[in-house]
């Protein structure tokens, strides 16, 4: 059987891997917008081919189509989806895993899916303001008291989010003035009429859980949490993700059971409702970013159309079963066959980038990388490849995260083995990556308890989810 | 003694001068006979004055700082290349500069003194170290997607809505600039932590060496309980430091707790005011004793620390004038009786009545029905460390400078 791979980063690697090792003997296609190592790697093994060009493009996805005749595709990133391409594979009557545009708009649009979640009253929804005017978003948030974040109406790569949390009343006026300057900027990235979207802060751990749909079934992978600041020990500006863990088992020491299950329900919840607004069932992966807040337990950040990178690479290394023949089933709307083994040990994931990112990308860009991934795997460690092109026969960085490693065990042990592992990379330039992550569970497991405390007692007070703000000039919010 | 805080913004958008002004208020416990700051924009620009940071005026803009509250004036000292404020005692500083600004690991291990420094370079680098024995205190946090901070102590970053992350290592280096945050071990770590960081420095909201600092103060007064269990009717201690011995004395005996004192205009330090004419004022000033409170009762007060004892037999003075029966003197920290050659203002030998004078005479001279000071034992208990420096208590110290 042939399958299509549409994308080019680490989260594509990872599946491209699944689909070339699994039993059922696909042969990968692939097409990506720079020769990502890895996939041209898994691509050859099973004697595939491998082409580039737009991954944006219908007409390009259309033309691969038409070349490699698959028998079902896979669309990994965002973007493709929001330009149409599952759209382009069902119109052609091949299956794929990814939903239409107009599902995909649940992560495009954070408006239409604030809109959506308050309609259908589902649980873990936030308080919103939209605004078409920099200025008024501007006054906004110099009005109101109040913690808030602002986010750019639409996904834009997650670039862009600011947060205020305003507790030091004596600090407020910097934070807010630093803030509505941001908003410009912000909205800069924005090309629709709705450019800003804030919302109440709200705080606490974060956890990804990845669901897929054939439209009929819902299958839940086990959760992950991936780790936003650049830098070491948490620090830095906001990123696509420095690295991620999952497990044990289908949870994180930080969530229980009860809030796991509440939590699928408000994906399964929001993926029924786009079905009713959008008039067609929601196919693909549907992920809550979630965040255990003490107004709901549960609550939704965003919504993801596809996989979380880097929660894949902490996902996928840990199923047991047949990762490639679930997303045959899931394109097929089989996947009441389904069957899903996950390894009770933990996974840790560490992405490394060039010095640059996220501030300077030129200066993470055109960057040597070399390593010996055969070693590294002996070392106990996987490799994805992510933001790096295979050159000549050099790996030159693109200017994002270049690579993703992985490694199982429980959580400390594997932060071990990536130590280890990360000194067998050699760069022309300076790497950046986080060995915290996975080392700071207990601080989760603590912050989870101190707003479980909070919603819980707003369970018994039956006033979860109640909130409001007040501003003299604006009124209620 | 000092507070030292450096602030980097990774976005230029931000002016951190309010920042960095309240996070040194914040850290103004640890001293604040003179404030200063230095600030980066284009360039560096200072501002130093003998007041405390509270008073501190400064109208400079920039998106990183470093900023300094304690006993020695003209922190923070700077260069055209780097500028740095100390925690601690650092020989030759302005060689030191010199040094740092070509070859920084280099002027770190050549570096004579015990110290946290915190240095801002003219590129656009916080550098935050904390020397091999640890004996001065120093640690990291963020604030949000925006900044990272250095600073003495978490509450640096609480008050400004930060969140404190880890602990510099003694010995460690750490590097911040917008592109980066990186550790750097220059120097296997001796750890030698200070007592004194534990008994009455440090804020009680903080984590310092490796140790929750109310935690430790409670436990302290519970373990004064084990060793001077006092028949008494009511406990009381000496605002704001010895409060938590209270709270661990009378919860170990079941004894009742009560406010004696309440205070008179702002929170001046006694131990460090500079003049004794104010050491004197400063406490009756400060400490005003509640009748009610001691009035016919047996009390156990609790400080501490004793220097010369002018403050605490004040204090016994005037609880005896209200009615107290009894009282009975605990202090919170072994005797003090030598200096501390490490930046810790212990007055020399000669000052320090404990370094002359026999408990008897002692009891004597403030007029108390008696008086016990916490074991050296019984503080390695109630800190559960090993590794501290207790030089002022026992004269052996752990690094020659």
Known sequence: MKVLLVGDGAREHAMAEALASSPQGYRVYALSSYVNPGIREAV????????????????????????????FGVVGPEDPLFHGVADEFRKNGIPVVGPNMAGAEIERSKVWMRQLMWKYRIDGRLRFRSFTSLEEASRFIVEYGGSVAVKPAEQVGGKGVKVVADIQAYLSNEKRRALSKSVDEIGSLVKNEVKIIIEEKVDGPEYTLHVLTDGH????????????????????????????????????????????????????????????????SYRGFISGQMMLTELWGPTVIEFYSRMGDPETSAIIPRITSDFGYLLQLTAEERLTQAKLEVRMEPSVVRAVAPLGYPLRRDMATGKEISLDVKAMREKGCLVYFGSISYEGGKLVTKGSRALELVALGDFEESSRKLDGCIKMISANTELVYRTDIGRTLGEQVEKAEIVRYSYQNRIRRNSLGVSADWAPNGGLW | ?????????????????????????????????????????????????DVSPEDLEFQLEGWAGIGYTGSRRGYPIHNDEVAIVVDGVLREPENFLKTF???????????????????????????????????????????????????????????????????????????????????????????????????????IDSVVNESNVYETRVRIGEQ????????????????????????????????????????????????????????????????????????????VLIDDSMVTGTTLKNTIMSLRRLGAKEVHVLIGSPKLISACPYGIEVPEDKELIAANLSEEEIAKVLGADSIHWLSLEGLSRAISKSTLCTGCMTKRYPKVI
């Open chain 1, 217 to 280: 079934t819902f299958l839940p992978l086990p959760l992950a949490q991936d780790y936003k600041h650049a830098y070491q020990d948490g620090i830095g500006p906001e990123t696509g993700g420095m690295g991620s863990v999952s497990g044990p088992g289908r949870l994180l020491p930080f969530i229980n059971e009860e809030e796991y299950e509440k939590t699928l329900k408000i994906v399964q919840d929001t993926a029924r409702a786009i079905g009713q607004e959008t008039g067609e």
């Open chain 2, 101 to 203: 600004a070509r070859d920084r690991e280099r002027a770190l291990e050549e570096a004579k003194g015990a110290f946290s420094l915190i240095a801002m370079t003219r590129d656009g680098e916080i550098v935050g170290y904390r020397d091999e024995t640890g004996v001065r205190p120093l640690s990291l946090g963020g604030f949000g997607f925006d900044m990272g901070i250095i600073a003495s102590e978490p509450v640096a970053m609480s008050v400004i809505g930060g969140d404190f992350r880890r602990e510099v290592m003694p010995g460690e280096m750490v590097t911040i600039s917008s592109l980066n945050v990186k550790s750097t071990q220059i120097k296997e770590p001796r750890k030698a932590y200070c007592s004194i960081e534990y008994v009455y420095q440090a804020r």
């Open chain 2, 224 to 299: 004064l309980a084990e060793e001077k269990p006092i028949e008494a009717d009511t406990v009381i201690g000496v605002p704001d430091t010895a409060l938590p011995f209270a709270v661990g004395y009378s919860r170990k005996l079941g004894l009742q707790l009560d406010l004696g004192f309440t205070r008179t205009g702002s929170p001046i330090r006694t131990m460090l005011a500079s003049d004794s004419f104010l050491k004197i004022v400063g406490v009756q000033l400060k400490l005003n004793p509640i009748k009610s409170a001691v009035f016919g009762k047996r009390v």
């Open chain 2, 1 to 49: 003694m000092a507070g030292i805080v450096g602030l980097l913004a990774f976005d230029k958008v931000w002016n951190i001068s309010r920042f960095l002004y309240y996070s040194m208020i914040g850290l103004q416990h640890r001293g604040y006979a003179s404030s200063g700051v230095v600030m980066l924009n284009q360039e560096m620009r200072s501002v130093t004055r």
């Open chain 1, 44 to 71: 050859n093994r099973t004697g595939g081919e491998y082409t580039q060009g737009n991954i944006n493009s219908r007409e390009e996805v259309a033309k691969a189509i038409k070349r490699f005749n698959p028998d």
